[in-house]
């Protein structure tokens, strides 16, 4: 009895590991170009909570990008019959449409360093990315302290 037991518990063991399909093995690489940023923005970044120049402190910064539907420019060269909207420019005929946009720390920074830019900032140090999960959709917080770089 004891056997059988053990039999069938094994058979319903194989029958459910067969059924279940275990995730493979995967990395990904994130890398967020500190340089880019510097040249797009004219903002120095930094992770570092000291910097070897000098500067008077602007602020905190924290911003947060979520995942979700953004409207984003389409051009297209005839007019739409469905978008009543469409507009006539030099590029051609402009209209919206809704996109899912996924939050990426780089464009999460970037906005960061407009932001801290439109401060009157020259920098942010101590910089903090931070994945979260917010109303059940990826994020990306960005955190620091702008800076003004005092120059001699």
Do not use: H
């Amino acid at each position: 009895m004891c056997k059988l037991k053990l039999m069938i518990i094994g058979i319903i063991a194989i029958a459910l590991n067969s059924c279940v399909s275990v995730p493979k093995f995967e990395q990904y690489v994130g890398f967020i170009d500190y340089a880019k940023i510097t040249d797009e923005y004219n903002v120095f970044v930094t992770e570092a909570n000291s910097v070897s120049f000098e500067y008077s402190p602007v602020g905190s910064i924290d911003v947060t990008e979520i995942s979700g539907m953004k409207e984003v420019p389409v051009v297209s060269s005839v007019p739409s019959d469905t978008i009543k909207s469409s507009v006539k420019s030099a590029k051609g005929y402009s209209k919206t449409k809704s996109l899912y946009v996924l939050a990426t720390p780089e464009s999460a920074v970037c906005f960061a360093a407009k932001k801290a830019k439109e401060m009157g900032g020259t920098g942010i140090i101590n910089l903090d990315i931070l994945f979260t999960v917010q109303n059940n959709r990826p994020a990306y917080v960005v955190s620091g302290m702008v800076i003004k770089r005092k120059f001699k």
